[in-house]
Nanobody, 124 residues
């Protein structure tokens, strides 16, 4: 199993970035795939998920600004991030196969598979 993120970088407030996660060796489970992030000195938090039925979950802090999508043919997960804020600065992790998931898409820990992370820095 391999999850490989790309697309991180440095942008100014209000800018955009699109993260990609290439996934191999893993079936698309009912709970689907998602993105977490961890800011310096903070706990890792769930950002967004997309499940097998297409239901998408977004943390309140990113609703209306971030969009998750999945290309089944390419086995690639995306996170389009618009109108970025300084508080979005974090390492973003692609993830798959949580212990469980709710109907709204929230995940239960632990998560079985993680990418190595890609850093996003938003400066004012």
């Amino acid at each position: 199993v391999r999850l490989a993120e790309s697309g991180g970088g440095s942008v100014q407030v209000g800018g955009s970035l699109k993260l990609s996660c290439s996934i191999s060796g893993l079936f698309f489970s009912d709970c689907g795939r998602g993105w977490y992030r961890q800011a310096p000195g903070k706990e890792r938090e769930l950002v967004s998920t997309i499940n097998k039925g297409g239901t998408k979950f977004y943390a309140n802090s990113v609703k209306g600004r971030f969009t998750i999508s999945h290309d089944n043919a390419k086995e690639t997960l995306y996170l389009q991030m618009n109108n970025l804020k300084t508080e979005d600065t974090a390492v973003y992790y692609c993830a798959a196969d949580p212990a469980g998931c709710a109907r709204d898409g929230r995940w239960d820990l632990p998560v079985q598979f993680w990418g190595q992370g890609t850093e996003v820095t938003v400066s004012s």
